[in-house]
Nanobody, 122 residues
Framework: QVQLVESGGGLVQPGGSLKLSCATS????????MGWYRQTPGKQRELVAA???????KYVDSVKDRFAISRDNAKSTAYLQMNRLKPEDTAVYYC????????????????WGQGTQVTVSS
């Protein structure tokens, strides 16, 4: 059974930082791009950031210059560094093994993490 194990969510004040981690198997990590989606109640899941196996990166406009996605191939782990957090970043964040065809064509895959809550509030 494929597992993506997330960690790093929590409560932070506006302007603060959090770093999310997503660990998976070496096989999955070597074959799939990795990404982070987020979801709030009543809304569709939204792609936040994605990184291909060869390092191409895509961000949703609302997080550009604040968030940074990365991957550590030796640890089969993807990261999402979130800086200058805003209340509107509050959501459940999900790690996903996805397909990164181009900057305009990123598609979610069937492998998801369990989700981690990020709450930005004073």
């Amino acid at each position: 059974q494929v597992q993506l194990v997330e960690s790093g969510g929590g409560l932070v004040q506006p302007g603060g930082s959090l770093k999310l981690s997503c660990a998976t198997s070496e096989i999955i990590f070597s074959r799939w791009a990795m990404g982070w989606y987020r979801q709030t109640p009543g809304k569709q899941r939204e792609l936040v950031a994605a990184i291909s196996t060869d390092g191409r990166i895509k961000y949703v406009d609302s997080v550009k210059d604040r968030f940074a996605i990365s991957r550590d191939n030796a640890k089969s782990t993807a990261y999402l560094q979130m800086n200058r957090l805003k209340p509107e970043d509050t959501a459940v964040y999900y790690c996903n093994a996805l397909k990164f065809y181009s900057d305009y064509d990123v598609r979610s895959g069937n492998y998801w993490g369990q989700g981690t809550q990020v709450t930005v509030s004073s």
